[in-house]
């Protein structure tokens, strides 16, 4: 069984910045594409990130492109996400997901293994 444990979510002043990690537990990190998705209250969880198994293919919705970054480092069996210029619409509790395939996916029903969220409040 593949656990996920995300990080360095919290509050932040709109303009802000933070840096999510998501750490997975066994030795196949290499072999998953990963993704960051989130949900409001009330809202679906959508994507907002994702990247290949080796990072050579990344996604961004539109609403976070220029503003997150997302990134691996398969030797730390670690995927980031860098948020920046946040607002009080980034406002939601974040996930990352872990694919068996090679390449990612944008639906959350394509993911195997999920963590257990992460709250971001963005204050106006």
């Known amino acids: 069984q593949v656990q996920l444990v995300e990080s360095g979510g919290g509050l932040v002043q709109a303009g802000g910045s933070l840096r999510l990690s998501c750490t997975t537990s066994?030795?196949?990190?290499?072999?998953?594409?990963m993704g960051w998705f989130r949900q409001a209250p009330g809202k679906e969880r959508e994507i907002i990130a994702a990247?290949?198994?080796?990072?050579?293919?990344?996604y961004y919705t539109d609403s976070v492109t220029g503003r997150f970054t997302i990134s691996r480092d398969n030797a730390k069996n670690t995927v980031y996400l860098q948020m920046n210029s946040l607002d009080a619409g980034d406002t939601a509790v974040y996930y990352c997901?872990?694919?068996?395939?090679?390449?990612?996916?944008?639906?959350?029903?394509?993911?195997?293994?999920w963590g257990q969220g992460t709250q971001v409040t963005v204050a106006s």
């Open positions: 066994g030795r196949t990190f290499s072999s998953y594409s």
């Open positions: 997901a872990a694919r068996t395939r090679t390449y990612y996916s944008t639906t959350p029903h394509d993911y195997n293994y």
């Open positions: 990247i290949s198994r080796c990072g050579g293919n990344k």
